[in-house]
């Protein structure tokens, strides 16, 4: 609505909502109305659905899919909302916006998705093991998932991260228990 160029949070809204919006938002007009996105209307019809990326779960293109917030820097709030709305598979960066050590907030984040019978993960292995018939949460990065070329050339890394195939195959094969569902995969690095 602002810019002959679309930001990528202005762009995923688009997809994620229907309605244009302001560079740097998701899924919020300027007036600061909320949109509804695509992920709460299909959860609410049945729908399974997914978000899976290398950068940080709570980026910008994931978010355009599942929350609504003024800017789309707001990692906490977007985490939360994804809880709120019981996404049940989330896979991806960005551990900070769900620890308590590294929110500004102190809320335990990962205690309140177990609590609420999500899966925790946050290596590789934890990802091979994950229960199928539980949602998922997996941050396997404290901020984005690190580069292929750096995942190829460090044994350390390629036994802790999954990389982005990985991940999108795990998600299919968790979703595809559903009658329906929709997935978002971003090889955003």
């Known amino acids: 609505l602002d810019s002959q160029v679309t930001d990528s949070a202005a762009a995923s809204s688009s997809w994620g909502s229907g309605s244009r919006i302001g560079n740097g938002g998701v899924n919020q007009l300027p007036d600061g109305r909320n949109l509804k996105t695509l992920y709460e209307v299909l959860g609410s019809a049945g729908w399974a659905r997914g978000l ?18 003024a800017k789309r820097g707001m990692g906490e709030e977007i985490a939360a909302q994804y809880l709120e709305r019981g996404v049940e598979v989330l896979l991806g960066g ?15 984040l990962y205690a309140d998705y177990k609590t609420k019978g999500y899966e925790v993960m946050q290596t590789r292995a934890e990802l091979d093991a994950a229960p199928l018939d539980k949602p998922w949460l997996g941050t396997f990065s404290d901020s984005h998932l690190p580069y292929t070329v750096d995942q190829v050339n460090d044994a350390g890394l390629q036994k802790a991260v ?28």
Request: aromatic share 4%; hydrophobic share 35%; glycine share 8%.
């Open 162 to 189: 999954p990389t982005l195939v990985e991940m999108t195959d795990k998600a299919l094969k968790k979703l595809g228990r559903s009658q329906r569902f929709i997935l978002q995969v971003e090889g955003g690095r």
């Open 52 to 69: 899976v990326t290398t950068t940080e779960i709570t980026h910008a293109t994931p978010a355009g899919f599942a929350a609504a917030v």
């Open 94 to 108: 960005g551990r900070k916006h769900f620890d308590p050590a590294t929110r500004k907030d102190k809320r335990d």
